[in-house]
């Protein structure tokens, strides 16, 4: 979906971003599992910054919308889709910690696998083509997913190494809409996947 483009936006929606976006969000049965690693190289490498609430661990699955005035109609379009679409349940493992390189001053800490997962790009490249077929937009090339949990920002870097691997049942897909720069995410559906 593009970016809005709207030159004369009002005041209060001048100041919101919003990020809508498909995600696998952390099961709750994964949530220790997660919370004790987090705590474990927070104390290791004495991180300052605090770690993501549970609510918000996920996996990010597929772009949708990141832009000022957050359009009806592409949420509207957005929850056909995710209730149009249809794929088999799996379980990924998640073996490896590390943090992943930008320009930003803090970088994202995550849980991550060391292989790539062929259900992981299934499910991906899939999305990718029911949303192309239902809202009429061209696929996006060469789209992949590193699938991966971003536990903690911080500016100290940690480097890659192997974890004992936490399993992540992949049951269900969601639509968040984030409230960019307000740590919020508000849930617009969640659709289980095929058992």
Not at 156 to 185: D, F, K
Request: some cysteine.
């Amino acid at each position: 979906m593009p970016r809005s483009s709207d030159p004369y936006p009002q005041p209060d929606e001048e100041a919101q971003e919003h990020n809508l976006f498909f995600a696998l969000m952390a099961p709750p049965c994964a949530i220790p599992f997660l919370a004790e690693k987090c705590a474990h190289f927070r104390d290791r490498y004495k991180l300052r910054s605090a770690p993501i609430p549970p609510d918000r661990l996920h996996i990010s699955l597929h772009p949708v919308f990141r832009g000022r005035r957050l359009p009806p109609r592409v949420t509207h379009l957005s929850k056909i889709i995710g209730g149009a679409f249809r794929f088999e349940q799996f379980e990924l493992k998640l073996d490896m910690v590390m943090s992943y390189q930008n320009r930003r001053a803090k970088k994202p800490f995550v849980v991550c696998a060391q292989r790539p997962s062929p259900h992981i790009t299934r499910l991906a490249k899939h999305m990718g083509e029911t949303f192309s077929v239902l809202s009429g937009e061209p696929p996006r090339a060469g789209q992949r997913i590193s699938p991966h949990i971003t536990l903690v920002w911080d500016k100290t870097i940690i480097p890659p190494q192997p974890i004992e691997p936490i399993a992540i049942p992949v049951t269900e897909i969601a639509l968040v809409h984030s409230h960019v720069g307000h740590s919020r995410y508000e849930f617009l559906g969640r659709w289980s996947l095929v058992p």
